[in-house]
């Protein structure tokens, strides 16, 4: 099984609500920053959301904040998205990515298209239409 699987895209209208999942396997997750990517059509991935290891903080690019909400659940060993509010602008897919540097979440923004993370997921798409 990949290190790192999302879960819990789909179709949803304008306003709606969905919760990504990003399941950690072989590896406990807790040790981890974990930040949440997304690439829309014909645009750059970009950094959504990031949860430190060290207390659980959270960053978030501004374009969701008071929208989504990264939180995580060390006894699944995975941690979760959840987007409210949903506007046709957050269609993209998502993908989730994991560091052991205990302040990734500081500059995570800018590995939206490096290697060098430790873990990368697959992604899943996230299509938001009415």
């Known amino acids: 099984q990949a290190p790192l699987v999302e879960s819990g895209g789909g179709l949803v209208q304008p306003g709606g609500s969905l919760r990504l999942s990003c399941a950690a396997s072989g590896f406990t997750l807790d040790f981890y920053d974990v930040g949440w990517f997304r690439q829309a059509p014909g645009k750059e991935r970009e950094g959504v959301a990031c949860i430190t290891s060290s207390d659980d903080s959270t960053y978030y690019a501004d374009s969701v904040k008071g929208r989504f909400t990264i939180s995580r659940d060390s006894a699944k060993n995975t941690v979760y998205l959840q987007m409210d509010v949903l506007k046709p602008e957050d269609t993209a897919i998502y993908s989730c990515?994991?560091?052991?540097?205990?302040?990734?979440?500081?500059?995570?923004?800018?590995?939206?298209?490096?290697?060098?993370?430790?873990?990368w997921g697959q992604g899943t798409q996230v299509t938001v239409s009415s």
């Open positions: 990515a994991a560091d052991i540097d205990r302040w990734w979440c500081t500059y995570y923004t800018t590995t939206a298209n490096s290697a060098d993370n430790d873990y």
